[in-house]
C-alpha cells in the first residue's frame, strides 16, 4: 500500500522559505509511471496544484506560473522523498499543503494517493 | 488557461436520495486519445482529498458503484445513486488535459438536509 508521509513545521515568518517534505512508502520516487505533485488548499478551500516532480530516464520539474520565481521541489533518490521549497513567503501562503502521486501506467489514473497535509501559516 | 466552475456549490442531500453535481471546464477536455482528462475527488471533513473518478467515468479502485462520473468536451457530472450519511464533504473536479498543469473545480459542499 503507498503511504506518503509529509513532515515539515507549521508556522514560517514572512520573507522566509517554507520547507516540506514528503516520504513515499511501498513505492519508489523514480517510478516511471508517476509524478509527484505539490499542491496546497487556501483557508477559503481551493486548491492550487503548485508543482511535480517526474522521472521519464532524467527527472524533470514543471512549476506553476504564480510560483515559478519562488519554488523549488528536489528528489532525494536514497531516502525516497519529495522536498518542497517556497522562499519569500508572504501570509498569502498560509495554507493546507499536500503531496500527491499521479499515477499513469498503460494509461491516465488520476491522484490516487495523497499526503496527510501539513498546515502551514506565515505569520510574525 | 483552463477555467473550472462547478454547481451547484453547496447541496443538501437526503440518504437513500441521488444527488448530482455538475462541472464546466472552459476548453475542451476530450484528448485526441478520446480520453477526456476529467477527475472527481471528494475530501471528507478533516480528511486529505481522495480520488473518485478519473478520466471521467472511471471509478477508482474502491469506490462504491453508486458513484458515477459522464459526460464529454466541457460538461461533466457526477451522480451519486443514493447518497449515504458518509458521502458528506466538499466534492472538486479538477482537469488534467492541461497536465502537468492541473486545475480544480471551486468545490460543492455536500451536506445532509
Known amino acids: 500500500q503507498v503511504q506518503l508521509r509529509q513532515s515539515g513545521p507549521g508556522l514560517v515568518k514572512p520573507s522566509q522559505t517554507l520547507s516540506l517534505t514528503c516520504v513515499i512508502t511501498g513505492d519508489s520516487v523514480s517510478y516511471n509511471n508517476a509524478a509527484w505533485n505539490w499542491i496546497r488548499q487556501s483557508p477559503s478551500g481551493g486548491l492550487e496544484w503548485l508543482g511535480r516532480a517526474n522521472y521519464r530516464s532524467k527527472w524533470y520539474f514543471d512549476y506553476a506560473v504564480s510560483v515559478k520565481s519562488r519554488i523549488t521541489i528536489d528528489v532525494d533518490t536514497s531516502k525516497n522523498h519529495v522536498s518542497l521549497k517556497l522562499n519569500s513567503v508572504t501570509p498569502e501562503d498560509t495554507a493546507v499543503y499536500y503531496c500527491?502521486?499521479?499515477?499513469?501506467?498503460?494509461?491516465?489514473?488520476?491522484?490516487?494517493?495523497w499526503g496527510q497535509g501539513t498546515t502551514v501559516t506565515v505569520s510574525s | 488557461d483552463f477555467v473550472m466552475t462547478q454547481s451547484p456549490l453547496s447541496l443538501p442531500v437526503t440518504p437513500g436520495e441521488p444527488a448530482s453535481i455538475s462541472c464546466r471546464s472552459s476548453?475542451?477536455?476530450?484528448?485526441?486519445?478520446?480520453?477526456?482528462?476529467l477527475d472527481w475527488y471528494l475530501q471528507k471533513p478533516g480528511q486529505s482529498p481522495q480520488l473518485l473518478i478519473s478520466?471521467?467515468?472511471n471509478r477508482a479502485s474502491g469506490v462504491p458503484d453508486r458513484f458515477s462520473g459522464s459526460g464529454s468536451g466541457t460538461d461533466f457530472t457526477l451522480k451519486i445513486s443514493r447518497v449515504e450519511a458518509e458521502d458528506v464533504g466538499i466534492y472538486y473536479c479538477?482537469?488534467?488535459?492541461?497536465?502537468?498543469?492541473?486545475?480544480f473545480g471551486p468545490g460543492t459542499k455536500v451536506g445532509i438536509k
Open positions: 500527491a502521486r499521479v499515477r499513469a501506467d498503460a494509461y491516465y489514473k488520476g491522484m490516487d494517493v
Open positions: 476548453q475542451s477536455l476530450l484528448h485526441s486519445d478520446g480520453y477526456n482528462y
Open positions: 478520466l471521467g467515468s
Open positions: 479538477m482537469q488534467a488535459l492541461q497536465s502537468p498543469r492541473l486545475t
